[in-house]
Every structure is written in structure tokens, then in C-alpha cells.
């Protein structure tokens, strides 16, 4: 979900409150039809067409001048060790009672639950930092940031060392799973949590890879987003396309075609705004901050 | 006189439908729950048409008003995009089509417009008017045409009491303002109550296809 690094607690929609419905005209973009003002220059465009088009002045991430941002430490290192150590624990835990209990078939269906929830979850999240708040919202201003920064190199995240991505996703699941680990004795409920934390912890890496090349993937990542077990590459570059407000699940993404057909977010959004008077990004052109800055993908990108 | 169907394709409607009982509450009359049901993006009406009420009900007792096909709806007075008053009354003699939408420069609302500034020729043709009725005032409705362009007139209804009066059923549990169009002949009388939230362009599709067959 992001390539800077995360802070934060994992899960949160939390918005700054912009106050009644604003009345001032708000940029709009128009779908059904064509203006006669020219696309701005911030408008993301093929990535064909990036290296002849110049559309920002050229910056480069300032994490690829540091490239060791990009690298994973000790620190980050520990707290994957010890999200997974909760997730594991979670699923043997459940193993062992389903076990004792001869009763395999409720915790194996609960942690497919948690599987397809995790997926679930992953969206609505996305969606919402995606969509509300900024640098400066607490608790999730640190990932909106970062969201914000992988819009406009959404390419880097393939850079990333694996700890370095996971370590903040992970930090929440150690936080979150612990105490169920501990408290739970359900082996169904176990299950769910094993399942649910884990994909939610991996859903960086599986980000990762569908931000990958099939070229340079491993065979089986490939087969499992061909197979639809993890979310596709091409599904989520439809994320990373304009109107930016469709495929934001990223575990299987078995969400995706579901939530865009029937327009759940888009009703999410009209309730939000009519009831707080929230508007999301989605329905405005993207600003600078948040579009794809082609110039950087093209100067900087080796083939992924 | 077409009666227009729609099936229920979304799985979303299901939980959207106004016959909530939230909704129903503040916007129902006592002939709905005798009458079809009304379905998320598209309204069938097979009761009888109950009396409009006059326009000058007072607003609590327009929980019970409900514009249905084959009645003379209220009649109002409303200020456009420039401030000015136009009744509609302005419009008998000839076909109008009132489309009530939530609010201006959101996603529906935005393509519903510029669709039907798009298709206006052919209402033109037909001999219609569009007239465009949300809650916005009038600067927000002036800012809104200018900036898409939009030929036809856009009618502030603050408070939303027309919609009310009109019985536009609302969305999401209440939340959302409803979208629903509705087709007057020339003599003033509804000829098609069309109503679908989140496929704003059928509206411009199913008025025209009305419209062509009066």
C-alpha cells in the first residue's frame, strides 16, 4: 500500500472533518463527455507515451537518492519477525485445537473467511486513505503520506526490500493478533485471525508483485495472480489509471469487480459527503502530489 | 402510456431500496405500501394515482404527497442559475422533463448533466424543455452550468421541499438525496417517473425513448 515508510496503527478511515458541504465550485471531472479545456499537465498518461511525454518538471524520489530507505533493517527485520511469530501462532494454535477436537472443516472455512475479508478490508482501507485526509490526520497521516508518494512513483514499491515494506503492517498485526493469541482458545476464531492477519500483513508484498514484470517474477507468484489467488498485475495498473477510484482491493482483489460494478465507494462517498460533507479525492483531478510523475518512471525505472 | 420496469440487477439495491422503513417513514405515503415496490434504479408503478395536493401544502403534510404517472403534479416556484423565478407552469404546452438530482459537481450528478447537454438537441427536437431541480442555491447551480456549459435551467429547491412534495425517494437509508426523473406531456400531466441513482446517463436514455413515443 505504500512505499515510504509506514507508521501507524493499521487500520483506520479516519478523515479530517472539512465541515458542512462546501459550496465553492469544486473541480469536477466530467466522464461522459469532453471539455474544451486541455488536460492538465499533471494528467497521468501510458507509460508508452512517458518517455516523450513531458508532463511535471523532473524530480526524482528523494528515497532513490538515498537508496538505503529502501533497504530493510534490524528494527524492521524484528517486527516482521514478530508479526509473523503472532500469525503462526494464531494458526497453530488453531491446528492443534482442531486437532484435539477432531473438528478440521469450521476452522479451515473460517480462515478462508479471514482470506477473502482480508481482501475486503485491504479495499475499504485503501479506499479510504486514498481518499480522506492528509499528512497532518492523526494516527494515519504518516499513511496517507506514503500513499500519497506511491502515486507518484508507484513503480518504486518493486525497490523495496521485503521487511522494509511489510515492518508496519506487521507492527499492527504483533499488536493486534498478540492478546487473540493469547485470550483465544476458538479454533475457528483462530483460524479467521491467522488467515485475515496474515494476508493483511502480506498484502504489501503481494502489492509488490503486482507491481512487477511477469519477466521478473517468480513462476509461482505469477501463476497464483493468474489464478486469481493473488491480486493480478493488470488489475491493480487499473488502480494506478485514471478516474483512480476502482480496484483498490490488493490481496486477491476477488473484491474488485463486485465493489466497482455495483459502486460501493461511490455510494460510500455520496453518503460521506452529503452526511459530513467529506469530499474524496476521487472526484477531482488528482493533484501534483498524488499523480504518477512520468518523468521520474522514465529517467529512473529499470524494467521491472 | 409507458410504465416503465426495471429489473434489480445490483445486489446493492436490495439493501437501498427507500421502502426502508427509515425512509419510509419520512417520506411514504399511505399508498406506497399499497403500491409496487420501488426499486433502487428504477420505479414501477402500477397503483392509481392518487390527487396531487396543492402546492401550497405546508411542508409537514407533504410527507404524504407522492407524484405518480398520470397525475398533474404541484406546481412550484423556483429561482434558476441567475436568481430569477420560473415556475412550471412557464412550461405547459409542451413536454418537460424535471430531473431531480442530489447535488451539483459530484460524479452522478456531473454525468447526468453533461449528458443530457449532450443529447439536448434531440429534446429539443422532441419538443422538451429540461429542467434540473437539486438542493444547491443559485450561485452553486450558476458556477455548475458555466462550468459544463449546460443549455437547459437549473432550479434551486432550498430545503428541498419540492422533493419533498414530490415524493422523491432518497437513497442510502435516507443519506443520499434521491435521483429521479420525471416526464410531463404538454398538458401537464406525468407521463414517466424514472428513477436510478448511481446510472445517471439511463435517465437521458429513457426520457428520450418516452418522449419519442408521445
Known sequence: MSVLPQRG?????????????????????????????????????????????????????????DPSSLKSTW????????????????????????????????????????????????????????????????????????????HRWPWTITRREFANNLHALARAVAFLVLPVDLLCDDAKVLGFVALFSGCIMFSQQFHAWAHGTKSRLPGAVVALQEAGILVSRAQHAAHHRTPYNNNYCIVSGAWNAFLDENKVFEALEMALFFRFGLRPRSWDEPSSEWTEDLNATASTRVDT | MATLSLPCKHFLPSLLSHNNPKVRSSQASLQ?????????????????????????????????????????????????????????????????????????????????????????????????????????????????????????????????????????????????????????????????????????EKHIDETLKLLQSL
Open chain 2, 32 to 200: 406506497l405500501s399499497k403500491s409496487s415496490r420501488s426499486q433502487f434504479h428504477g420505479l414501477r408503478l402500477s397503483s392509481p394515482p392518487s390527487p396531487a395536493l396543492p402546492s401550497s401544502s405546508p411542508a409537514k403534510r407533504s410527507i404524504f404527497a407522492k407524484v405518480n404517472k398520470g397525475q398533474v403534479p404541484p406546481s412550484f416556484t423556483l429561482k434558476d442559475q441567475d436568481g430569477k423565478p420560473v415556475s412550471l407552469s412557464k412550461f405547459k404546452g409542451k413536454p418537460v422533463v424535471v430531473y431531480f438530482y442530489p447535488a451539483d459537481e459530484t460524479p452522478g450528478c456531473t454525468k447526468q448533466a453533461c449528458a443530457f447537454r449532450d443529447s439536448y438537441e434531440k429534446f429539443k427536437k422532441a419538443g422538451a424543455e429540461v429542467v434540473g431541480i437539486s438542493g444547491d442555491d443559485s450561485s452553486s447551480h450558476k458556477a455548475f452550468a458555466k462550468k459544463y456549459r449546460l443549455p437547459f435551467t437549473l432550479l434551486s429547491d432550498e430545503g428541498n421541499k419540492i422533493r419533498k412534495e414530490w415524493g422523491v425517494p432518497a437513497d442510502l437509508f435516507g443519506t443520499l438525496p434521491g435521483r429521479q426523473t420525471y416526464v410531463l406531456d404538454k398538458k401537464g400531466i406525468v407521463q414517466l417517473v424514472y428513477n436510478n441513482q448511481f446510472q445517471p
Open chain 1, 75 to 150: 528494527s524492521h527485520r524484528a517486527w516482521v519477525a514478530c508479526g509473523c511469530t503472532t500469525v503462526f501462532a494464531s494458526l497453530a494454535k488453531s491446528a492443534l485445537l482442531a486437532a484435539e477436537s477432531h473438528s478440521l472443516p469450521g476452522p479451515v472455512l473460517a480462515g478462508w473467511v479471514g482470506y477473502i475479508l482480508a481482501d475486503l478490508g485491504s479495499g475499504v482501507y485503501h479506499w479510504g486513505i486514498d481518499n480522506y485526509g492528509d499528512a497532518s490526520t492523526p494516527v494515519v497521516g504518516a499513511q496517507i503520506e506514503a500513499f500519497q508518494g506511491h
Open chain 1, 9 to 65: 496503527l493499521l487500520f483506520s478511515a479516519s478523515a479530517s472533518a472539512t465541515g458542512p458541504k462546501p459550496t465553492a465550485p469544486w473541480r469536477v471531472r466530467c466522464l461522459a463527455v469532453t471539455t474544451t479545456r486541455a488536460p492538465p499537465a499533471s494528467r497521468p498518461k501510458p507509460l508508452s507515451e512517458a518517455a516523450t511525454t513531458t508532463s511535471m518538471p523532473s524530480t526524482t524520489p528523494s528515497f532513490l537518492d
